[in-house]
């Protein structure tokens, strides 16, 4: 079938928006790209109908990387829902389930599968793919692929190597924010070259989002911009927050003016954040106040206003969440709630996900050596070397999810349960390493007080940040 018979017959869409049709074609003619598309630009057609092309012409069948597991879940719901045969696999899966997703894959009854790129490390999963065909390979979120990108996982750098387990197919990488360093770093970890690699890139600008930034000072101006902001646009909102007791007091705040909303974080269970994000989604005239656990995957198209009531961590962060909003077209609200003390939080962040190689070096030694305290006693008594009672220090949870990461921890990270140790690699263990990681980090807050301190039209300083010009935003 052709792209345009499956959009209409499939996905109920008449058209194809912006470069979607270039990007498709691309791909059906066995070419390779690197997508750059707004939040809500329509990203995952790009990969999803030249899959259905693909595989009702027998060329085989698709694989998406992904690193989210909710998204994961919720793109396949939307697929199996339009009768395409679509599934994904991750450790979310009871072990039966497991087991008869990967039956099905051998016998060849998926068109798309969703995995994370840890996935590759099983055993059972590679024997499960075995020799099926692979016919277009497509990484959701590419930033992730890079070291200088601002969510990196050291597991998407091995997709070079599963580019050859799967036979080299055609590849498509996919953001919606990436520096000109990061799309370099993406196709090099790709193990491409630029010459071969189309870049798509529709730029970023949204005209119906109105961009602001307000200084203000204490928790009582940042309720009255919040009750302001309600008023002027009505409809569904989200107020982001960098700590868990920062939203919870604003929570109390709400309440005591009777304002109804919701909470989320990510120490709720599963099952309550799925309830929240499901209520949400259903909701006319929601507001919910949530840390950045809350929207990848959410695709509510009236989102009329996203307030960040602390300054995060990174433009690329700033610009993904405020991507929610407005993808109706419509109006929308983007407001940047700058309180001069909350910039420790986010240094303290930055420390904290920086630990440098001389307390990765401590960490790694009290696993080797403390190993039978460690399960008798649990990750406090570990904090409690290393911190002396610090309760305040996250080094420990970073080091832990970096070493679970890079493969040097085999076992459980809750509760932490050591089975095996592996060397550390170099990117742990060299101290320049770390400190250049500190200092990208610290560089990308920098940007972000500067954007906050800008004069000017702020879209274009985010056009200038990413390397684009800014009176052509979409490049062809």
């Known amino acids: 079938m ?16 912006g470069q979607q049709e270039q990007i498709m074609n691309t791909l059906l003619r066995g070419g390779h790209a690197l997508v750059i ?25 698709t694989v998406v990387i992904s690193p989210l597991i909710a998204l994961m879940k919720d793109q396949v719901d939307a697929l199996t829902r339009k009768k395409i045969r679509a599934a994904f696999i991750n450790s979310s899966l009871t072990r039966q389930q497991r087991e008869e997703s990967y039956a099905a894959l051998e016998q060849g009854r998926y068109d798309l599968i969703y995995v994370t790129p840890e996935r590759f490390r099983k055993p059972d999963f590679l024997a499960a793919l075995g020799e099926q065909r692979v016919a277009l390979l497509a990484v959701d979120e590419a930033h992730c692929i ?42 090099n970890q790709l193990g491409l070259t630029s010459g071969k690699v189309r870049l798509f890139h529709e730029g970023i600008d949204r005209p119906n989002l109105d961009l ?18 309600r008023t002027r646009y009505p409809g569904p909102g989200i107020v982001y927050f960098s700590l868990i007791r920062s939203l919870e007091t604003m929570s109390e705040m709400l309440e005591a003016h ?27 005239d929601q507001l919910v106040l949530a840390t950045n656990a809350f929207g990848m995957g959410i695709d509510k198209p009236n989102i009329r206003f996203v307030v960040h009531a602390e300054i995060p961590g990174s433009m ?20 940047l709630l700058y309180d001069e003390s909350d910039l420790a939080i986010q240094m303290e962040f930055i420390q904290w996900s920086n630990p440098d190689a001389d307390f990765c070096q401590r ?95 702020r879209k274009a300083f985010i056009h200038d940040y990413f390397g684009l010009p800014y009176e052509q935003s979409i490049e062809k």
């Open 2 to 17: 052709q792209p345009t018979e499956i959009l209409k017959q499939t996905f109920g869409h008449q058209s194809f928006r």
């Open 146 to 187: 890079s070291q200088w990108g601002h969510d990196f996982r050291p597991e998407y750098t091995r997709l070079e190597e599963i580019r050859r387990i799967l036979g080299q197919p055609v590849t498509v990488a996919l953001t919606a924010t990436a520096t000109r360093e990061v799309q370099q770093d993406i196709v």
């Open 316 to 335: 690329e962060s700033y610009y993904q969440e405020i991507g929610r909003a407005g993808r109706d077209q419509q109006p929308s609200l983007c407001l």
């Open 363 to 457: 960490v790694y030694e009290y696993l080797q050596r403390d190993t039978e305290k460690i399960h008798a006693f649990g990750q406090e008594w570990l904090r409690d070397q290393l911190h002396f009672r610090n309760r305040h220090d996250f080094r420990l949870e970073t080091v832990l999810q970096l070493f679970d990461r890079y493969g040097v921890l085999k076992g459980n990270l809750n509760p932490l349960h050591i089975e095996q140790l592996q060397p550390m690699p170099t990117a742990l263990t060299n101290p320049e390493k770390r400190q250049d990681k500190l200092l990208r980090d610290q560089k990308k807050l920098h940007t972000l007080l500067e954007y906050v301190k800008y004069d000017g039209d």
């Open 258 to 284: 009777k304002v109804e909303h919701l909470v989320y974080h990510g120490k709720l269970n599963p099952s309550e954040r799925r309830s929240l994000q499901e209520t949400f989604m259903r909701g006319d």
């Open 212 to 229: 602001q930034v307000d200084r203000v000072w204490g928790e009582q101006e940042k309720l009255d911009r919040i009750l302001h902001t």
């Open 37 to 61: 598309m707004p939040t809500g630009g329509g990203k995952s057609l790009c990969y999803q109908v030249p899959a259905l092309s693909l595989a009702s012409i027998g060329s085989g069948m």
